[in-house]
């Protein structure tokens, strides 16, 4: 009964803190929505009121202006009118006077109906002068001609009146507003006649006109501004008169410019400042709350890396750790002009003392012989575990061998005591390769192969010995180098294969996805594995085709499969290359593989070396549909915070960690604490390299909900993966037929 209440319990707590997570994610959604949108009302709100406000302004500066011009107009037709005869005869002082007191600054005799200037009176401007206004004047004279029209007689008065004539008519006097050189100027079009007729009582013909122009003095302005109740300037309108409002004059280039009422603005910023208020107090509440989220990640977290870059067992900086200080190394001897060495260590016959003390006599033997070898190197110098009972050594200022000799004597001589396993004492001894910088390479990958092969040198000539890398070693460079002109044929012709390894849930037994592994039929080798040819793919500038042809293969395979998701390895050159994306994107449309059910899984060195170009890629990728795994977590110092920004949807835990989760208590408490870290991310997690019944049952116990190794299924071609996944729905399908009875004891019926 307890069994029965206690399931129930456990899935009402992971839903409820489901709905937590979806929860905090939907506010975290809604919240920035709601604040863009007052945002967007404040904005709007504003400028409508802005808006309504200008517009009467802008329509008491109007009514200034034409009042201003109106009677302008009135005022210099008079004068006009009185004197048009006159001012193009003889000289007269009192029409002289007349035209002065009405503050006329120009005055062009014009052919009313051509619009040319002539010579007149001594009042009268040059035509010359008239040649800079004539453009901007032709509309006002062309809409005197059109109001007075041709239809209009006896405006001159009989022929025995010998007194000036009087202006032709109000509807043909046209004024206007222009700039002369940046200044106001207002011009009147006044029409008049010549006192002669058609012999035989003909009709009138209006053939001149006087043009008047009067430049709008500070009064003119003064008026405008007490007019309007605005301080009225004009200037030409410009990107930078910010907060000014125009009031555009035909025929003008300037317009009239003030400072407009804005309501609007003080609303905006009442407003805005209450907002930034609500968003100041949002972003604590949410400070707060991720500070109190992170802390408790981080606590967690530092129990999960205590070790990060370090092997677990011995404590030794790890493979990926060692590399760095490798690289460190090489840079500050290149600036300093000195040398170093690297050490490859491999313990003789340690399978030897598996076989015979377990794997915890063998845990010790490693523990035991990385204390000893690091008492005999000096402070500067770096020993790291490489894997299994693979050690390396930095030693730092090298001179030459002989000091490489020296410290490889003092290994072997501490090597020569007995170690104390518990159950008995052995002798071990261990094989050394050397390589040495720059004299062997100066590319540090390289040296380190190089150091591996005088190790296998050493192994090979006895055990118990070091040796120093020498060229004719190089014959395994050459080996690969066939490997490499094999491997491309190989891509080339369609000669790999892939295999296809399930990941299984252990509650159900049921089949999640897959993984497809590439192989290698060899003809001469056989069947490679991965780990046979990768390195020399990615040595040799085959990653990308290689990339390609198992990425194409394995969508191609997958898609008949109903709802079955595959993932695939991406190497880090493959990932960080520019046309990634789109390959990705042409193979799935190629092969119809919905982006859903492909899962690509990177390491943690691919968004180490470069997070943000890492970030941009996975974002793109699920942006897709395209799951995102983070490879073989554990094995360096992946931090789960680091998980947030990448948005992984799920993490393999490195083998490493499963299969030492039995003899390591820290192993367990890791696959244990990064179970709960993870499942608090939302993210799923793969088990890889589970072997036996008990690491899936402690995993299990764990509530881990994918696992995959030998201990479910090897890696298999894809025939015998689809007999497998028949296999699997036939049994669920039978044991789904079981229908128990409690009345009478349990019954079992088929159907």
């Known amino acids: 009964m307890t069994l029965h209440r206690h399931a129930p319990d456990h899935e009402a707590t992971e839903t409820q803190s489901r709905r937590e997570r979806l929860t905090r994610g939907a506010w975290a959604l809604v919240a920035p929505a709601l604040m863009a949108a007052l945002t967007l009302g404040i904005y709007f709100k504003k400028e409508h009121d802005n808006e309504a406000a200008l517009n009467p302004e802008r329509a008491r500066i109007a009514a200034a202006l034409n009042a201003e011009l109106s009677d302008l107009t009135q005022r210099l037709s008079l004068v006009a009118g009185r004197n048009s005869l006159a001012i193009a005869g003889p000289t007269d002082r009192d029409v002289a006077r007349n035209w002065s007191n009405g503050g006329f600054d120009r005055l062009f005799l014009v052919d009313y109906e051509t619009g040319a200037a002539e010579t007149g009176g001594p009042l009268v401007d040059a035509p010359s002068a008239y040649a800079p206004y004539a453009p901007k004047l032709s509309e006002a004279l062309a809409q005197s001609r059109a109001a007075l029209g041709e239809s209009l007689r006896g405006f001159l008065g009989d022929e025995s009146d010998r007194g000036p004539p009087r202006v032709s008519s109000a509807q043909a006097v046209r004024s206007l507003f222009i700039i002369d050189h940046g200044a106001p100027v207002a011009a009147v079009v006044i029409p008049f006649a010549t006192p002669r007729q058609a012999a035989g009582g003909g009709d009138t013909k209006f053939h001149k006109a006087l043009v008047a122009l009067r430049s709008f003095d500070g009064g003119v302005m003064g008026r405008l501004m ?449 179970l709960e870290l993870a499942d608090g991310l939302g993210l799923a997690v793969t088990a890889k390299g589970v072997e036996t019944e008990e690491q899936q049952a402690l995993l299990k116990t764990f509530g881990c909900k994918e696992v995959q190794g030998f201990q479910q299924a090897p890696a298999l071609p894809l025939e015998a993966l689809c007999d497998l996944l028949a296999a699997r729905e036939a049994a669920a399908a039978r044991d789904a037929a079981v229908i128990p009875f409690i009345a009478g004891g349990t019954q079992r019926r088929d159907i």
């Open 226 to 674: 007490q007019r309007s109740g605005l301080a009225v300037t004009l200037h030409r309108p410009s990107a930078e008169d910010d907060g000014h409002a125009h009031l555009a004059v035909a025929n003008a280039d300037e317009a009239l410019s003030w400072a407009p009422t804005r309501p609007g603005d003080l609303f905006a910023n009442r407003a805005l400042l209450a907002l930034a208020i609500m968003i100041a107090l949002y972003s604590a509440f949410a400070a707060l709350r991720a500070n109190r989220e992170l802390n408790e990640l981080s606590q967690k977290e530092r129990e999960a890396k205590r070790s990060a870059g370090r092997d677990l067992l011995s404590g030794l900086p790890n493979r990926m750790m060692f590399s760095k200080l490798v690289d460190a190394e090489a840079s500050r001897s290149a600036r300093a002009g000195s040398g170093f060495a690297i050490f490859y260590l491999d313990l003789d016959r340690f399978k030897e003392i598996n076989d015979t003390y377990g794997h915890g006599g063998g845990d010790r033997l490693i523990v035991a012989m990385a204390e000893r070898v690091n008492a005999v190197l000096r402070e500067q110098d770096r020993m790291g575990r490489l894997g299994g009972d693979e050690f390396a050594i930095l030693q730092t200022e090298v001179h030459g061998p002989h000091d490489c000799e020296k410290l490889a004597g003092r290994i072997l001589k501490a090597m020569t005591q007995p170690f104390d396993l518990g159950d008995g004492e052995v002798i071990v001894g261990v094989s050394i390769g050397i390589a040495l910088w720059p004299h062997n390479s100066r590319d540090t990958y390289e040296l380190m192969h190089l150091a591996d092969l005088a190790l296998y040198r050493a192994k090979n000539e006895g055990r118990n010995r070091y040796c120093f890398f020498e060229a004719r070693m190089g014959e395994e460079l050459r080996l690969r180098r066939s490997i490499e002109e094999s491997l491309r044929a190989a891509i080339a012709d369609n000669h790999l294969t892939l295999h296809y390894q399930p990941i299984v849930c252990p509650q159900t037994d049921r089949v999640i996805s897959i993984e497809g592994l590439v192989r290698w039929p060899h003809p001469q080798k056989g069947l490679l594995r991965p780990e046979d040819f990768l390195g020399v793919a990615d040595d040799r500038g085959l990653a990308l085709p290689l990339g390609d042809w198992v990425l194409r293969r394995a969508c191609a395979d997958v898609a008949p499969i109903p709802g079955l998701r595959v993932s695939i390895n991406i190497s880090p050159i493959y990932f960080r290359h520019g046309d990634f994306l789109d390959n990705v994107r042409r193979i799935l449309d190629e092969t119809g593989l919905e982006p859903g059910r492909l899962e690509l899984e990177i390491t943690e060195a691919v968004v180490l070396n470069d997070p943000a170009a890492a970030e941009s890629t996975i974002m793109d990728l699920r942006a897709m549909g395209v799951r995102m795994t983070l490879d073989d977590f554990g094995s360096g110092h992946a931090s789960l915070l680091y998980l947030r920004r990448f948005a992984f949807d799920k993490i393999k835990l490195d083998r490493t960690l499963v299969q030492t989760m039995e003899s390591t208590g820290e192993s367990a408490m890791i696959v244990r604490t990064t």
